[in-house]
């Protein structure tokens, strides 16, 4: 059996080359309640922007989230867009920069209007014009000097220009001559630009567009893929079947066929970024090619699953993979930058977070009843956990009783917590002032004045609610209780004596 958390852990070790179409994705959130009096078309009242690298920008995102290295190899403009981009380069120690700014070509900018969770509308600022003799050497020069320090390489081809024909032939016989894998993410009808690339990976509707033949059944998409791979010699191509998971057809005649986990979707953009990233991740750590399948065929269903170009991180496809929910067990304990993008998309689906924090060393009636009325209280309820060397410094060097990945895993299998986030320090200000919570919960122990970050979440527009106490339950009586019934060492062996 594959021992997938040991895979995943193994993932950090990745190094990818991604070249191609970079583009900066903006997403705009609102309400929309009423129609325009100018025009039929509704009013959207904005609550929310975000933006992001998107395109080969998004492989970029998905390497980084599992923790590889990752280079670049791309155009963008000289303007606002791409001075957006190349800050989230820049400050990210994962990504080597290969990006070449260029005066004359505008950066490729896809802006997403969101109104109540469905998209209303979407705005492009592009170009569609071929490159000119300079970028091409430019790109071609790049690609040279970086791709030898790199175990696979990404094409990730949106259309925009810097996959010309020529530019994809001389990238794949770089990469054949350097012997490294070559993963393809296709674009338009002719696949002969890909010729010699180890995997290619279109969705259906890409597939039936580049064959011509439908591709309704699996044996239609054999004999569709079992054509490009005979017309361009590409080793294998990968087809995205949606809710009906991913299919391979190798040149050597193997097909191997992955079904999906049944989920909810929300969002497919990006969706195939993704599959390709993991896809690549696993061949660059020696992952069999079944292997890699599996990671990326989990990824992908976890980003469907949130709004917006978004990444999976290795503890949400490892619970896929484990065939479980995406938030229960284990995967419900989050670092805090999964943490970040997780309350994200709960907050774009209008969702109100709730925070409480404790050492829930052992957890008693009391704790279960202040869980309970916390979650009444909101949709999703994080808990913010106190290491053991913060509860050393906190109770004494005999605490905690149970160590903090115990203690997390019992919080994590309640059905009213939704997510798990360790803090190392004293107190949970950090937390707070990070997550900004809309609700901020503890025990009627304290005053609102008395509760920590009690103002951050007020200044923020956010409640405090205080739950009833459970009389007669504490971890610290129930500690003692045990010392003192806990036989003498003396008294024990009059007993067995």
Known sequence: MTDFSQLLANLDQARILCVGDIMLDEFIYGEATRISPEAPV?????????TMMGGAGNVV?????????????????????????????????????????????????????VANDQQVLRADEESQEALSKSESEALLEKVTALLPGFDVLVLSDYAKGVLSDDLSHKFIAQATTLGKPVV??????????????????????????????PVETEKDIIKSAQKIIKSHNISNILVTLSADGMMLVAKDGHITKLPTKAREVFDVSGAGDTVVSMLAAGLSVGCAVEQSMQLANAAASVVVSKIGTAVAYPGEI???????????????????????????????????????????DLIHPGHVSLLTQARAQCDKLVVGLNTDSSIKRLKGPTRPVQDEAARAAVLASLANVDMVVLFEEDTPIKLIQTFLPDLLVKGKDYTVETVIGADVVLENGGQVYLADLEDGFSTTGTIQRLQAEKPTRKQASKKTG
């Open 42 to 50: 509704p009013v959207l009242s904005v609550k929310n922007r975000t």
């Open 61 to 113: 995102r998905n390497i980084c989230a599992i923790g590889g290295e990752v280079g670049i190899v791309a155009l963008a403009g000289k303007d606002a867009a791409g001075e957006e981009l190349t800050r989230e380069i820049n400050e990210n120690s994962r990504i080597i920069s290969g990006l070449i700014i260029n005066k004359t070509r505008p950066t490729t900018c896809k802006t997403r209007f």
């Open 184 to 213: 393809v993410d296709p674009k338009g009808t002719d696949f002969g630009k890909y010729r010699g690339a180890t995997f290619v990976t279109p969705n259906r509707r890409e597939l039936g567009m580049a064959t011509g033949l």
């Open 318 to 360: 490892l619970n896929v993979l484990a065939d479980m929910e995406i938030l229960s067990g284990r995967a419900k304990i989050m670092d805090m930058q999964a943490a970040q993008d997780r309350l994200t998309t709960w907050r774009q689906k209008g969702q109100k977070i709730g925070f409480t924090n404790g050492c829930f």
